[in-house]
């Protein structure tokens, strides 16, 4: 089995910054693209982010120019770092993984969710 944990939400005022992380850990032989969706009170699931394992990137247009995502193949980590948060922001946050067991299936794997809370 697969398992991805989140950390680094919160609550924060407008303006301000805030870093998630996110590790894989279980049976992975390899990780292609891994990303992060949020989900707001009564709204569907939407991609935040995504960065494939050769570094390339997708964005929102939402975030573009004030979300940073990055990640760290040999620890099976992605980062979110978020800049200049406004109230629109706020909702869960969920990781995402394709990942490749060694069994060489794939599976799309996700967090439990971290909050992320801006006040006005």
């Known amino acids: 089995q697969v398992q991805l944990v989140e950390s680094g939400g919160g609550l924060v005022q407008a303006g301000g910054s805030l870093r998630l992380s996110c590790v894989a850990s279980?049976?992975?032989?390899?990780?292609?693209?891994m990303g992060w969706y949020r989900q707001a009170p009564g709204k569907q699931r939407e991609l935040v982010a995504r960065?494939?394992?050769?570094?390339?990137?997708n964005y929102a247009d939402s975030v573009k120019g004030r979300f940073t995502i990055s990640r760290d193949n040999a620890k099976n980590m992605v980062y979110l770092q978020m800049n200049s948060l406004k109230p629109e922001d706020t909702a869960v946050y969920y990781c995402n993984a394709y990942v490749e067991r060694w069994d060489h299936r794939v599976n799309d794997y996700w967090g439990q969710g971290t909050q992320v809370t801006v006040s006005s």
């Open positions: 960065i494939a394992s050769g570094g390339s990137t």
């Open positions: 279980g049976n992975i032989f390899s990780i292609n693209v």
